[in-house]
C-alpha cells in the first residue's frame, strides 16, 4: 500500500469507510497516540491546501487605490480638469487633479485600513480544533488541519474536516447540514461495507456537522474542498463582501442625493448664465457644487466606523461574527437571558438535601470540606445519613462529570457543574464515582433530556439491573411509585408527593437549584428506566448571582431594554434569582412569571403589554426558546438571545442577536451566534449595546455633519447667484473644502467614543432611517445659519472694511472654512454641553481640527494654493471677521437643537 506519504493524489475519503482503523493510519502514515509532527503538517499542508471551503480573498493594495476612481463624482472632475488643461485655464486644471490626489489618497489610506482590520477581525474569530501533535495534545486552527491529523471530538464540538473514526464512546452525529436530517446518527468505528451510501457512513464524521454527544478521535481524510460539504455545498464560491443594511441605505441615500444634486447643479448652472456670469464658470461652479452635495464617502465611513466598533468590542470580550451584528446590537429592544452561568456564577455547591426523613444542611463550599453538616445545622442521626449516602450514591452513579481530589482537600470537576457539585457532596461523604462504577459497571447512558429535564444510568449489579435517575423534581417525583426511609422503600401517596413538590418549591425559593434523585433495582433492563422508581429525596443546590450583572440590569432599564430570563430551572429558584439581581422587584405580581407548561396558551392569547409585562419563563425548554423570539420578533422587537448548548442553536440562529458563551458555550452554539462573549458575562452584552448604540451615532454624526456642511456652501452660492452678488466661492475653493478640510473631522466623529447619553434613550426602533425628519431639519437649518454666516462675513468685509470683490471672497472662504470646522463641536449629544463632551474627549477631532487649520492658514499663506484658490491675506480686520463670524453657528446650535429636537436621543 502506498502511504500518503509517497502518493501524491491521496483523496483520504476515498474507500477508508471500508478499511480497518489500522489499514487507514497506515495510509496516512501516522501514529494515533503522538500524531503527526509539525514539519509533516506544513508539509502536507503545502500539497493539500489550507482547511477551507472559501478562498479568503484578500484585496490587493492596488485595488483598493484603483477603487478610489470608480465614482462618478471623481469622473465628473476628472473631465472638468481636463478641459481646463485643454481650454480654458490649465493651472486650474492642474488644481483639479491635485486636489482629487488629495481626497484619493485620504479615501485609500481610510478604506484600507479598514479592509485590513475586517481581515484581522475575520481571523479573530476563527474555530479552533483539538488535534494530537508530536505526541501533545494542542489547540490548532481548525484551518491548519491537513489529511493524517488526529483529532479529538466531543459533545458540542464542530467537526471540521472530514475524519475516519478511530475512538467512538457514546458518539452521536448531528449531520442535518448535510443530510437536513434532525435525528442524531450514532457513531462507531467498525469498517462497512465499500458500497455504503455517504450518509450511511456511520465510521465517517463530516466536516460541518456538530457532535452532539459522546466523544471520540477521528483520523482526518479530508479537508476543505475535499470534504462532503466542499462537494456538494453552495458554500464554495469566493467571499463576497457582503454589505451591512446600514451600508445599503447610506448607499441608497448617497445615490438619491445624487440625482438631488444633478438636477440642482442644472438649476444653478442654468441660473449663473442667466445672471450673466461666464458660461464656463457657471458651469464649473454647478460641478464644483454637484461635487460639494454628494456624500460618497459614506459608506466606506460606515465600514470604518463599525469595524472599529468589532475591534473595541473584541477589546471588551465581545466578539462580533458579523459587521450587520454591530448595527443591530444598537437597536437591541430585548434581552432573553439564561440564567445559569450568564447571571449566575455557575459555581455550583449542594447546601441542602431533603430525604423521607432528615432536612439536611449541607456546608456548601468549593472544596471537600470535612465538615459535611452546615455549621449550627442540627447534627442528622445515624440512619438519617445513611439516607443522604444512599441519595449521594445514585447521584454520583447517575453522572458524567468526573472529579480528581488532591490530599489536601482541593478539588478539580470536569463537567457540568451541577454533577460536579453532586460529586464534591459524596466525596465529602467518601463517595468516589470510580469506586462505585467498579462496582456498579454502567451499562447504558439515557443522556439528559432538556425537553424532560432528566437522566438515568443503567448498571449492572448482579444479575439485575441498577437504575440511576436524576432531573427536575417535577417530572421525577412523578415517575416514583415508592420512597426510601429508614424503614426501607414504602409506597408514594398522591399526597406524598404534593408534599415533596411543595418542599422543592420552598428550596427554589431560596434561590436554590431542584433536582430529586431516585432509583431502582429492576431484572427487566429493557424496561421503561422512567417508570416505577424509588424516591430517595431532593437535593438544593445553590448557585450565587455574578457580580456586575445587577448594575448591567438597571443600565438596561436606563436604556429602555427590557431583560428577560428564559430558563429550564424551576419557577421559583427562577423568581429568587430575578428577584435578588432586580430583574422584577420584589413581590412582582404573577403577570411577571410564566411558566414552560403554561408558554403556548400565553402566546396564544397574549399582545405585546403582556409580553412587556413578563420578566421570567422557567422551565422552558429549548424548542419552547425559539416560540419566544418569534412572538418577540413579531411584535417587532430586536431579540438578542443567549445560549451555550447544541440545542440553543436554532434559538441563537433565529433571534436577530445570538450571544453564546466563550468559556461554557460548545462549538455549535459560538458558530451559530452573532456574538461570542469571552467571558460569559452578563455585563459584556450590554457593554456591546452600548458600543452598538455609539457606531450607529456616530455614523448618523458623520451625515449631519457632511451633509450639512454640503447643504451651506449649496446655499452660498445660491444665494449668491439668485440675489446676483459676486460668487462669495469659487469652484477650486469648494473642491478644497470638501474634498480636503471637511474629510478630517467627519472621519474623527466617525471614530468617538461616544456619551452616557445613549444608553439613557430608549433604543432606536429597527426600521428608523438613517436620518430622521429631525436630523434633516436640522441638517438644513444649521446648513442654512452658516450660510448667513458666510454671507454677512462677506458683506461686512464689502461694505464695513471696503474690500473688493476679489479680496472679500477670501474672507467668506476663511470663514466658511472655520464655521465648518467649529461645526464639528455642534455634533455632540447633550446640546447643553459646549466644554465637556464626547466631541471634546475624541483626542481625533482635535487633530483634525488641528489640520484643518493649518491647511486653511497655508491655503491662505503659501504662495501656490494662494494663487491656485485666488486668496490674498486678509490682513488683522480681515481676520477679526473671520474669526468672529465662524463662531457663530457654534452659538446658534443651542436653538437649532430646540427647533428639532428628538426626545432624549440625540
Ligand atoms: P439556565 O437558564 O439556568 O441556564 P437551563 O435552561 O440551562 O437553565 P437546564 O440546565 O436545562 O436549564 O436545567 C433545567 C433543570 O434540569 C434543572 O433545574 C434541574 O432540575 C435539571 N437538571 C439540570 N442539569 C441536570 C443534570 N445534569 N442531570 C439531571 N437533571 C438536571
Not at 443522604?388 to 454520583?396: H, I, M, R, S
Request: with cysteine; net charge negative; hydrophobic share 50%.
Amino acid at each position: 500500500m502506498t502511504s500518503v506519504a509517497e502518493s501524491s493524489d491521496y483523496v483520504g475519503r476515498d474507500r477508508s469507510w471500508s478499511r480497518s482503523v489500522d489499514e487507514v493510519l497506515a495510509e496516512l502514515a501516522v501514529d494515533p497516540t503522538v500524531g503527526l509532527d509539525t514539519a509533516e503538517a506544513d508539509r502536507r499542508r503545502v500539497r493539500f491546501g489550507r482547511n477551507q471551503l472559501r478562498a479568503a480573498k484578500r484585496r490587493s493594495v492596488a485595488s483598493i487605490f484603483l477603487d478610489q476612481f470608480k465614482s462618478v463624482v471623481i469622473l465628473l472632475l476628472v473631465a472638468a480638469g481636463g478641459l481646463a488643461v485643454l481650454f480654458a485655464e490649465p493651472i486650474e486644471g492642474l488644481a483639479i487633479f491635485a486636489v482629487i490626489a488629495i481626497n484619493a489618497t485620504i479615501g485609500f489610506f481610510t478604506e484600507w485600513r479598514a479592509v485590513r482590520s475586517m481581515e484581522a477581525l475575520g481571523r479573530l474569530g476563527r474555530i479552533e480544533t483539538v488535534v494530537i501533535r508530536e505526541g501533545l495534545v494542542k489547540r490548532v486552527p481548525a484551518e491548519g488541519l491537513v489529511p493524517g491529523d488526529i483529532v479529538i471530538c466531543e459533545g458540542g464540538d464542530i467537526v471540521t474536516a472530514d475524519m475516519r473514526l478511530i475512538e467512538a464512546a457514546k458518539l452521536q452525529a448531528d449531520e442535518s447540514t448535510l443530510t437536513g436530517e434532525s435525528m442524531p446518527v450514532t457513531k462507531m468505528t467498525e469498517p462497512l461495507p465499500t458500497d455504503t451510501p455517504v450518509m450511511d457512513r456511520q465510521n465517517i464524521v463530516f466536516k460541518g456537522t456538530a457532535i452532539t454527544r459522546g466523544s471520540g478521535k477521528g483520523i482526518v481524510i479530508g479537508t476543505g474542498l475535499s470534504t462532503e460539504l466542499g462537494r456538494i455545498s453552495e458554500l464554495v464560491t469566493e467571499a463576497e463582501a457582503q454589505q451591512t443594511p446600514l451600508e445599503k441605505r447610506l448607499d441608497a441615500l448617497a445615490q438619491r442625493l445624487v440625482w438631488a444634486v444633478l438636477v440642482l447643479g442644472l438649476l444653478i448652472a442654468a441660473a449663473g448664465v442667466l445672471a450673466g456670469r461666464d458660461t464656463y464658470l457657471a458651469i464649473e461652479v454647478a460641478i464644483a457644487l454637484a461635487v460639494a452635495a454628494i456624500p460618497e464617502g459614506l459608506p466606506i465611513v460606515a465600514t470604518i466606523a463599525l469595524a472599529r466598533g468589532m475591534w473595541r468590542m473584541a477589546k471588551q470580550n465581545a466578539l462580533i461574527a458579523r459587521l450587520s451584528a454591530v448595527e443591530t446590537l444598537g437597536a437591541t429592544s430585548v434581552i432573553l437571558t439564561d440564567k445559569t452561568g450568564t447571571l449566575t456564577e455557575n459555581r455550583m455547591t449542594v447546601t441542602a438535601v431533603r430525604t423521607a426523613d432528615a432536612d439536611i444542611a449541607m456546608a456548601g463550599s468549593g472544596s471537600v470540606a470535612p465538615a459535611v453538616i452546615a455549621e449550627g445545622a442540627q447534627e442528622p442521626q445515624g440512619n438519617a445519613l445513611s439516607l443522604l449516602d444512599e441519595l449521594l450514591t445514585a447521584a454520583t452513579l447517575c453522572s458524567n462529570a468526573s472529579l480528581s481530589v488532591e490530599p489536601e482537600g482541593a478539588v478539580q470537576g470536569v463537567g457540568d457543574p451541577t454533577e460536579v457539585a453532586l460529586l464534591i457532596a459524596a466525596a465529602a461523604r467518601n463517595i468516589r464515582r470510580d469506586a462505585l462504577l467498579e462496582q456498579y459497571p454502567e451499562v447504558l447512558e439515557l443522556a439528559f433530556d432538556p425537553e424532560t429535564k432528566r437522566m438515568a444510568t443503567l448498571h449492572a449489579k448482579g444479575d439485575a439491573t441498577l437504575v440511576a435517575v436524576k432531573g427536575a423534581p417535577e417530572t421525577v417525583i412523578p415517575i416514583c411509585s415508592s420512597v426510601l426511609s429508614i424503614e426501607g422503600a414504602a409506597p408514594l401517596s398522591e399526597a406524598e408527593r404534593r408534599d415533596w413538590a411543595e418542599h422543592a418549591a420552598r428550596l427554589g425559593e431560596r434561590g436554590l437549584r431542584t433536582l430529586a434523585v431516585a432509583q431502582k433495582t429492576t431484572s427487566n433492563a429493557a424496561g421503561d428506566a422512567y417508570a416505577d422508581l424509588m424516591l430517595i429525596g431532593i437535593v438544593g443546590l445553590e448557585d450565587p448571582p455574578r457580580r456586575g450583572v445587577k448594575d448591567a440590569i438597571r443600565q438596561c432599564r436606563d436604556a429602555g431594554i427590557s431583560v428577560v430570563m428564559v430558563t429550564g430551572d424551576h419557577a421559583a429558584t427562577a423568581q429568587n434569582v430575578a428577584t435578588e439581581l432586580d430583574i422584577v422587584a420584589a413581590g412582582a405580581p404573577a403577570e411577571r412569571f410564566v411558566e414552560g407548561a403554561d408558554l403556548a396558551r400565553f402566546l396564544a392569547d397574549a399582545d405585546l403589554t403582556d409580553l412587556e409585562a413578563v420578566r421570567v419563563f422557567s422551565r422552558v425548554s429549548p424548542e419552547q426558546k425559539l416560540d419566544l423570539i418569534d412572538f418577540y420578533q413579531q411584535h417587532e422587537q430586536v431579540v438578542a438571545m443567549t445560549g451555550d448548548g447544541v440545542n440553543d442553536a436554532p434559538a441563537l440562529k433565529k433571534a436577530d442577536i445570538g450571544v453564546a458563551m466563550g468559556i461554557r458555550g460548545t462549538a455549535v452554539a459560538k458558530e451559530a451566534a452573532a456574538m461570542v462573549l469571552e467571558d460569559d458575562e452578563f455585563p459584556t452584552i450590554v457593554r456591546a449595546v452600548a458600543q452598538g448604540r455609539t457606531i450607529y451615532e456616530n455614523i448618523r454624526k458623520f451625515v449631519v455633519y457632511l451633509l450639512s456642511c454640503n447643504i451651506s456652501e449649496v446655499l452660498v452660492v445660491s444665494i449668491a447667484t439668485i440675489v446676483g452678488a459676486p460668487l462669495p466661492l469659487l469652484p477650486l475653493q469648494i473642491l478644497f473644502l470638501n474634498l480636503v478640510t471637511d474629510v478630517f473631522p467627519a472621519l474623527a466623529l466617525g471614530v468617538g467614543e461616544g456619551s452616557p447619553v445613549l444608553m439613557k434613550a430608549a433604543p432606536r426602533p429597527f426600521d428608523e432611517p438613517v436620518l430622521t425628519g429631525s436630523h434633516w431639519t436640522r441638517i438644513l437649518l444649521h446648513g442654512f445659519v452658516i450660510a448667513a454666516t458666510v454671507l454677512s462675513a462677506m458683506a461686512i468685509a464689502v461694505f464695513q472694511l471696503g474690500f473688493d470683490a476679489d479680496h472679500a471672497v477670501t474672507v467668506s472662504f476663511c470663514t466658511l472654512a472655520f464655521a465648518q470646522v467649529w461645526h464639528v463641536f455642534n455634533m455632540r449629544d447633550d446640546i447643553r454641553r459646549l466644554i465637556k463632551n464626547e466631541i471634546t474627549r475624541n483626542p481625533w477631532i482635535w487633530a483634525a481640527v488641528a489640520v484643518c487649520i493649518l491647511f486653511v492658514l497655508a491655503a491662505v499663506y503659501l504662495p501656490l494654493p494662494r494663487d491656485l484658490l485666488k486668496l490674498s491675506d486678509p490682513g488683522a480686520a480681515g481676520w477679526l471677521v473671520i474669526i468672529g463670524m465662524s463662531f457663530v453657528p457654534l452659538a446658534v446650535a443651542p436653538i437649532v437643537r430646540l427647533i428639532a429636537p428628538r426626545g432624549l436621543a440625540p
